[in-house]
């Protein structure tokens, strides 16, 4: 055992065999542990996991699911929860608690034309108080009828079922419909993937299909769209240019809310507090999860303008009319509180400088390996949120097979590097490699890394 390993109360060997009898993993084929230990992470400390056998990794991918933003093992943080903990740990979010307020107003100073925070729990939830705004703001201004919400392929907003109606993602779907209604699929703005013949104004073009879309729906019958400003899982898709101008156009002339799902880009992902920052977008609605508290607590926010927000307020005489809904572990106290720590640390170190700086470094250096690799097809990324599209052939774009990526994947763990590989989303388009490092990330992190990549690119990835 590693001596960077403490396990403390816990026994090893009894927690292994209690994890492969009782715990149902996320998005694991369970068979494999009929043989083999399931990987246990037992501890983390900057930019470093261990896993239980005591080995090191440099975690490429924060946490797996793009979270750890300002990394392992931050005990200001573990501090800033315990405290809160012992004053209050929770009450009903009908009413109000100290954290929750002073970090509403620290996040709305970071997103200006924003003004309303509610507080729930996970992205999936966050997006889904999105989508029922919209349709109580169809019931009782548009007479039931502008309930359409429109989502993009290739896009994710998450896990429940009205999140998955609002995914764009062919193999996260599958198996789990019937679907909830109303919920509308756009075409994606993978520039790379062009679906015209002409690639000339390709973003103008991606998303002139948005318009095309609401005027075959009907206008009257579209309350709003839910985009993510980079996809992330869909295969970290960087937006063309003038996609986003003509997207706020075509929501402006159709009285179309913009909802924006910052749930992987939000709190400094892509070097800005959001991603829909790069864009000089104004939305109505922003919901996010993950790298508010950097995973330290659960919390996720929807927020909105006061715009949004006043339609909730305007008829104090209709008891149905305000926004009815109830998020039990919205009330946790130690979301806010570990998401002001967090903030806090973001600040304080810079980080958003660092990821313009460390992310720049990164796509160098990816920019450098596909010149090595030909199965490279393309490198797209901002900030220090990245991935690479693996292709057999770079003129016809062949999707590289699975198989390949998950050796270079399964190569990196050998190595203690982890990164990410799109994985389960797209039929037979899961041939993105994805990485997410901290923040915190320096340049010999970017180096390890990347190294890793290359010695198993050149063992699996040769064509
Ligand atoms: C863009 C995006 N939105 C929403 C979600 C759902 O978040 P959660 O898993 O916290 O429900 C995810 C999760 O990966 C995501 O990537």
């Not at 933003?69 to 903990?85: C, H, K, M, P």
């Not at 903030?343 to 090595?372: F, H, W």
């Not at 991935?387 to 590289?400: L, N, S, Y």
């Amino acid at each position: 055992m590693n001596k960077a390993v403490d396990t403390d109360d816990f026994n090893l060997s009894e927690c292994i065999a209690a994890d492969r009898e009782h715990v149902w993993h996320h998005l694991s084929q369970h068979k494999a542990y009929e043989q083999t230990d399931p990987l246990m992470i037992v501890k983390g400390d900057g930019m470093r996991v261990w896993n239980a056998a005591g080995k090191e990794h440099l975690d490429g991918v924060s946490g797996g699911v793009w979270t750890v933003n300002v990394g392992y093992g931050r005990e200001s943080i573990a501090n800033a929860v315990r405290d809160q903990l012992i004053k209050l740990n929770y009450f009903a979010g009908s009413a109000g608690n100290l954290p929750g307020a002073a970090f509403a107003s620290r996040l709305i100073e970071k997103m200006p034309g924003m003004s309303r925070v509610y507080y729930s729990n996970s992205g999936s939830e966050a997006n889904e108080k999105g989508y029922k705004i919209v349709r109580q703001i169809a019931h009782n201004y548009h007479g039931g009828k502008k309930h359409k919400i429109l989502f993009r392929e290739r896009d994710y907003h998450g896990t429940t079922i009205t999140a998955l109606s609002s995914s764009g993602q062919d193999q996260r779907k599958d198996q789990y419909g019937p679907f909830t209604p109303g919920f509308v699929q756009i075409p994606h703005c993978l520039q790379y993937r062009c679906q015209y013949d002409d690639e000339t104004n390709y973003g103008v073009k991606a998303a002139l299909e948005m318009e095309k879309v609401i005027l075959a729906e009907g206008p009257d019958t579209v309350g709003s769209v839910v985009l993510e400003p980079i996809t992330a899982g869909g295969g970290v898709i960087t937006p063309p240019e003038g996609y986003w101008e003509t997207i706020q156009e075509i929501c402006k002339k159709y009285d179309v809310l913009l909802h924006i799902d910052e749930v992987v880009c939000g709190l400094g992902r892509t070097g800005t507090w959001f991603g829909y920052q790069h864009y000089g977008i104004k939305p109505d609605i922003v919901t996010m999860a993950k790298g508010v508290a950097s995973g330290y607590a659960a919390i996720s926010c929807t927020v909105t303008t006061e715009e949004v927000f006043d339609r909730f307020k305007a008829d104090p005489d209709d008891p149905m009319s305000y926004f009815r809904d109830i998020s039990t572990f919205g009330g946790c106290t130690s979301g806010p509180a570990a998401a002001l720590e967090n903030m806090r640390i973001i600040e304080d170190e810079n980080l958003l400088d660092n990821t313009t700086a460390m992310g720049d470094y990164l796509m160098e250096k990816l920019r450098g390996l596909q010149n090595k690799y030909e199965v490279i097809g393309e490198v797209r990324g901002k900030g220090l949120f990245a991935g690479f599209e693996m292709v057999t052939d770079r003129k016809t774009k062949e999707p590289a097979p699975e198989g390949m990526l998950a050796n270079v994947a399964a190569d990196c763990m050998q190595q203690g590097v982890i990164i990410g590989r799109t994985n389960r989303c797209l039929d037979g388009l899961n041939n993105t490699v994805t990485l997410s490092p901290a923040l915190i990330a320096t340049t010999d992190d970017i180096d390890e890394l990347v190294g890793a990549i290359d010695n198993a690119m050149d063992k699996h990835a040769r064509i």
